[in-house]
Nanobody, 124 residues
Framework: QVQLVESGGGFVQAGGSLRLSCAAS????????ISWFRQAPGKEREFVAVISWSGGSTYAESVKGRFTISRDNAKNTVYLQMNSLKPEDTAVYYC??????????????????WGQGTQVTVSS
């Protein structure tokens, strides 16, 4: 079982930036897609971004052009750089590792290892 630990969340004003980190340990990391999801109070968990094992990325429309996902396989870490933050970005952000080897997906059910989440709060 891979363990994922998110960090980097916090409180920021609208228009500000944060960088989230997702550090992995345990099972292999390099050949699996890693995603970020978020869940706001009273809402369903939603897809934010995913990075494939080879470095390709896909974003939700709501964050495209503002967020950037990247990975450093040497450090077993995935990052989410969040710029131009909006109050509607307020949520708990989770990273997750795909279940299947070298398969990239945006469906939460295809991710089997989840971190504990990190809170991001954006004030207006």
């Amino acid at each position: 079982q891979v363990q994922l630990v998110e960090s980097g969340g916090g409180f920021v004003q609208a228009g500000g930036s944060l960088r989230l980190s997702c550090a992995a340990s345990g099972r292999p990391f390099n050949n699996y897609a890693i995603s970020w999801f978020r869940q706001a109070p009273g809402k369903e968990r939603e897809f934010v971004a995913v990075i494939s094992w080879s470095g390709g990325s896909t974003y939700a429309e709501s964050v495209k052009g503002r967020f950037t996902i990247s990975r450093d396989n040497a450090k077993n870490t995935v990052y989410l750089q969040m710029n131009s933050l909006k109050p509607e970005d307020t949520a708990v952000y989770y990273c997750a590792r795909a279940i299947r080897y070298r398969v990239t997906t945006t469906a939460s059910g295809d991710f089997g290892s989840w971190g504990q989440g990190t809170q991001v709060t954006v004030s207006s």
